[in-house]
C-alpha cells in the first residue's frame, strides 16, 4: 500500500506544481502573480474588510497580506482607506480597476480547470471532487 501512497502524494505533488506554473504564466498577462488573485477574489465576494479578515479568509500570515495588499495597491486593483468607527484599522477595497479584472481572472482559473478535468465524465468529476474533500478535511 506505501507504494500506492507514494505515488498519490506524488501525483498531488506534480499536479500543483503544474498547475501553479499554468496560473503563473496566465496572471502575469494580467500584471498579477499567484495567490494576488485570490486576495481580489475575497474582495470580490466582501468589499471592504480588514488586512486581519483578509488574512483569516486567505489562511495567510498578515505580513504576506501587507505586502499583497501594498503591491495590489500600487497597480491599482485596490486601495486602503481607514476605518470610519475605529482609525487604527485599515479597510481594503476594490477600484475599478480591480473590479474590471474579475472576468479575466475567473475565464483563467475556468479554463485550467477544464485543462486539468478534460476526458472526465460528470460522474467521475462528481467522484473526484468527493475524494478531494474527504482529503481536505482529513488534514483539517
Known amino acids: 500500500m506505501l507504494v500506492v501512497d507514494n505515488e498519490i502524494r506524488e501525483h498531488i505533488d506534480k499536479i500543483s506544481a503544474q498547475m501553479r506554473r499554468d496560473y503563473s504564466d496566465s496572471l502575469r498577462q494580467l500584471d498579477l502573480h499567484v495567490g494576488q488573485d485570490n486576495l481580489l477574489c475575497r474582495l470580490w465576494r466582501e468589499d471592504g474588510i480588514t488586512h486581519m479578515q483578509l488574512s483569516e479568509r ?7 497580506v501587507t505586502n499583497m495588499v501594498k503591491t495590489l495597491e500600487k497597480k491599482g486593483f485596490i486601495y486602503r482607506k481607514k476605518d470610519s468607527a475605529d482609525g487604527r484599522v ?20 475556468k479554463n485550467q480547470q477544464e485543462k486539468m478535468l478534460k476526458g472526465l465524465s460528470a460522474d467521475e468529476r462528481k467522484l473526484l471532487n468527493q475524494l478531494l474533500k474527504q482529503m481536505e478535511n482529513n488534514l483539517l
Not at 99 to 105: E, Q
Open 58 to 64: 486567505l489562511n495567510c500570515e498578515p505580513p504576506t
Open 90 to 109: 485599515s479597510r481594503v477595497y476594490l477600484t475599478e480597476k480591480g473590479i474590471k479584472i474579475r472576468d479575466s481572472v475567473e475565464r483563467i482559473w
